[in-house]
């Protein structure tokens, strides 16, 4: 069971990137390039929090503290630009068996536009995985469309399975040492890396 992190706040700094197990085989004798696409692509966000009030700056370190102490994963609301217009409707994985990075969905009010690059997460074996739309696409009438999709999916969604576009979640581990800092008794920063890993 993974445990949440609290909604972050507006100062927050988030640096966000791509974990990528591409290859890319340069010949030594001068042949092609060649690319080799991997399964296992996946998002990590490195947040540094500002200067917090003691009690909401404790939510953060608990929730942190609890996932090591308990070996679960964390689960935080993607951080992302204001700008997105709302998705209509309540869009969901249409069809079982989907994979590569194509994702065909339906439950969206007619003719709505999906932009490229707007995030999205789904529920699949218990857990949350996060992706990105690549290419605009407008559904048709009976509100289906095919998302193009990065990175490649991991998991197949379950037919049915809801897709998160208001507040997309991103679930994995802690990576590297649970600090923070004190100053005069007063919680003054904090940071956590969060990486996907699965």
């Known amino acids: 069971m993974s445990v949440s992190l609290p909604n972050l ?7 966000a990137r791509l974990v990528d197990f591409q290859s890319v ?5 001068g042949g092609p390039v060649q690319t080799i696409q991997r399964l296992g692509a996946r ?4 947040v540094t929090l500002p ?6 700056a404790a939510k953060f370190l608990a929730a942190r503290m609890k996932a090591r102490a308990e070996n ?13 217009s709302v998705i209509g409707g309540s869009p969901v994985v249409n069809g079982a068996g989907q994979s590569g990075a194509r ?5 969206l009010t007619a003719n709505q536009v999906i932009p490229a690059g707007r ?3 789904f529920v699949a074996g ?7 739309t690549t290419l605009q696409v407008t559904a048709n009438g009976a509100g289906q469309v095919q998302l193009h999709v990065a990175p490649l999916l991991r998991v197949s969604p379950p037919a049915g399975a809801a897709l998160n576009f208001s507040a997309p979640i991103v679930e994995g581990l802690l990576t590297g040492t649970l600090e923070w800092s004190l100053e005069r008794l007063r919680w003054t920063s904090t940071a956590f890396t969060l990486s996907e890993n699965a």
């Open 119 to 121: 995030f999205f997460s």
């Open 72 to 84: 679960d994963t964390l689960t935080l609301a993607w951080p992302q630009a204001e700008i997105w």
């Open 51 to 56: 200067p917090l009030e003691p009690a909401d």
């Open 25 to 29: 085989l340069t010949p030594i004798l």
């Open 126 to 132: 218990g857990r949350n995985y996060l992706h990105m």
């Open 9 to 15: 706040p507006d100062l927050v700094q988030v640096s």
């Open 43 to 46: 998002f990590a966000v490195d």
């Open 103 to 107: 994702l065909n969905i339906s439950g």
